[in-house]
């Protein structure tokens, strides 16, 4: 009964490669999130989709590409990894996020990525 | 640019005591913060949250305070466990027009309880 699920927990890749991470809320939640870790314990924002619509896409490289294919759902694709891509990715979700600030997140438990 | 500073990177308090997390912010559109906590492999869970209208929410043995004027916020805990030994995040949003708001995280706070 998991609420927000991220898969795979690890991976570990080689550099050139493509991946993909998905993510799944069954909260019943209108909005999902990517954010990611990098190695100074910094999360940041990647992607958020309300509606299978791309609301924020703050300076992430367009190497990077969310797939929603229901609102269950917000996936992470991957292009031509580089070494920098090893962080933690995080999925989230929310109830609603259409112009309405304060709601509350809820985070899966992340993807370990390692590019070698 | 920080826009969310915890400038403590760890804080040990014994068993019991009280707990003081401190966060500052300096974008003036935040009208949002929580505070998450998370232990390590896992993800942020969610802890407390306060809107910009109040100055105070309680849930439980925590408590978080809002300072708008000053741009503070601070979680307390009492009293301190050994479980509320993990990593604390300040977070906070912005109102946007029609749009999702992502949030904006401190670097974070490792707490730990001495027992």
């Known amino acids: 009964d998991t609420a927000v699920s991220q898969t795979p927990k690890y991976l570990v890749t080689q550099m050139g490669n493509d991946k993909s991470i998905k993510c799944e809320q069954n909260?019943?939640?209108?909005?999902m999130y990517w954010y990611k870790q990098d190695s100074k314990k910094f999360l940041k924002i990647m992607f958020s989709y309300n509606n299978k619509e791309l609301i924020i896409n703050e300076t992430v490289p367009n190497r990077f590409s969310p797939k929603s294919p229901d609102k269950a759902h917000l996936n992470l694709h991957i292009n031509s990894l580089e070494l920098g891509d090893s962080a933690v990715y995080f999925c989230a979700s929310s109830q609603r996020g259409s112009g309405t600030a304060g709601e509350t997140q809820y985070f899966g438990p992340g993807t370990r990525l390692l590019v070698l | 640019d920080q826009q969310v500073k915890q400038n403590s990177p760890s804080l040990s308090v014994q068993e019991g005591r009280i707990s003081i997390l401190n966060c500052d912010y300096t974008n003036s559109m935040f009208d949002y913060f929580l505070w998450y906590k998370k232990y390590p492999a896992e993800g942020p869970t969610f802890l407390i949250s306060?809107?910009?209208?109040?100055d105070k929410n309680e849930d439980g043995r925590f408590t978080v305070f809002l300072n708008k004027s000053a741009k503070h916020l601070s979680l307390h805990i009492v009293p301190s466990q050994p479980g509320d030994s993990a990593v604390y995040f300040c977070a906070a949003s912005a109102r946007s027009g029609g749009g999702a708001d992502g949030l904006t995280f401190g670097k974070g706070t490792h707490l730990i309880i001495q027992p």
């Open positions: 306060i809107s910009s209208i109040k």
């Open positions: 909260l019943g939640h209108d909005t």
